[in-house]
């Protein structure tokens, strides 16, 4: 049986049933001393005064145990306080890392000793940023309360739980038989989440991410049981959130791995290993190209060209998305400042916007800056943002856009369709550009529902003054669909794959219809 409550040494070196045993004889021996002072005033002073002496010794005796008495009471509240502060979360009142550290090697000696095993489950919550940066700390602080405690009742009493730090949980299950006892306590979790947070009168659905590591299966000591399942629950949220995942050894390989992938994305701005391709994006009446979207490589100087489907997640995951979004727009702009000198005609060019870069509190003054430093003509500049973006913070996409467009910076809206959002939203936004997503795009010659879709929001679109294009036009059923309905503009592998710098300026130099209409 573990045992959760059992307290360290005081900050005097005692512990609290050593000092109580010695508070026990202080006491006996004062009652032996007061029994000896009345034998010995009774024999050797006047009989008369016999009686008062007994008074005064015993009156003293009292005052002595009852300061004996309230300094021990007084000693045991520090002591527990003392206890709180360095063993309790002070927000959810439930044991800190540390002691769950101390609870766990405890727990483990025990398990030798036993022939047992005890599994550790480290629990992170899922995108609860959104809950701080939407209400705000303050209601963040009482969902971790909650929380806790949600995690508290799915648990036995044997059973310690304890909150690492912000939005991570830890859970130490002893006396494992096998992975079912594990498993069921974990679906118990999964289970009171599904109910949503009411904050300020808006639902929130928080899930978590899980990940389990066994001793003795998994590792002997303490920190790398933690670690073990510290990875696991990182492997849990790349593999979409919401689960849990046991620790094996290819977890701890994928780990490494991926610690080396970081360590050699934060060296390639500096060693120059980025690189911008360019898509071109036709327009579908006269079939030139009228503007293009700049698209990142990574040329990894022993890995090769590394997809960004594979390197852009990490980015955004470290906070490199940052810098990285940065050198995208400034060597855009550097390249569209390039193109006029020599003489191309006006060619727009388009970049990605990710949520870390928009959330930023200066990014219209870091695009002011670059405009200016590259001399670029802002009314070439398309900055696209997807549709869930948009969504997260209504009132604060609409007021950084407003300033975007004052710039004469053009705004694109991405992946339309595959988010949430309203129409109503979408007429209160100060957008340009709609880009529907590709995913509308792939059956919109055989599925009617996908053609009423592109239809409506062609049409849609255009009654609100805004133009449209078409992402992964990879048929010319597709490109004659889309035609016909009179989109604006498409861009796809049916035309291009992204291209390199010289690629794309061959073509511009031509200046002809790049499609051939039909």
Known sequence: ??????????????????FRIAGIVAFAILLLLIFMGIKLAKLYLNIQNATQISIVLLLIGAALTGSLFVFMRNYQRSQNRIFQLIYYDDLTKIPNRKFFEETLLRSIEDCKKNNQKVALIYIDLD?????????????????????????KGCLCQKDFIS???????????????????????????????????????????????????????????????VQYADMAMNYAKEKGRNQYYFFESCISAKVLEKYQLEEDLRQALDHQEFVLCYQPQIDIMTGKIVGVEALIRWIHPTKGCISPAHFIPLAEETGLIVPIGEWVIRTACQQSAEWRKKGFRDVRISVNLSAKQFQQPDLVEM???????????????????????????????????????????????????TGYSSLNYLKQLPINTVKIDKTFVDNITVDKGQQTIAKAVIDLS???ALQVIAEGVETWDQYSFLK???????????????????????????????????
């Open 163 to 225: 909150r690492f730090e912000g939005d991570e949980f830890a859970v130490l299950i002893p006396e494992v038989i096998d992975k079912n006892d594990v498993i069921n306590i974990v679906k118990k979790f999964i289970h009171v989440f599904q109910a949503p947070f009411i904050l300020d009168g808006k639902k929130f659905h928080i899930t978590a991410s899980m990940g389990i590591a066994v001793y003795p299966d998994d590792a002997e000591d303490v920190k790398t049981i």
């Open 367 to 417: 695009i002011t800056k670059i405009i200016e430093e590259t001399d670029m003509n802002p009314g070439l500049l398309d900055l696209e943002i997807t549709e869930s973006l948009a969504m997260m913070d209504i009132e604060l996409t609409k007021e950084i856009l407003g300033k975007l467009k004052k710039m004469n910076i053009n705004i694109s809206l991405d992946d339309f369709g």
């Open 462 to 464: 255009h009654n609100m």
């Open 1 to 18: 049986m573990l045992k959760r409550r059992k307290r360290p040494v005081d900050v005097m070196g005692y512990n609290n049933i050593s």
């Open 127 to 151: 995108h609860f940023k959104v809950v701080n940066d939407t209400v705000g700390h303050a209601q963040g602080d009482i969902v971790l309360k909650q929380v806790s405690q949600l995690l």
């Open 484 to 518: 016909y309905q009179q989109c604006d503009k498409v861009q796809g592998y049916l035309f291009s794959k992204p291209l390199s710098l010289e690629e794309i300026e061959n073509i511009l130099k031509e200046d002809e219809g790049f499609v051939k209409c039909k």
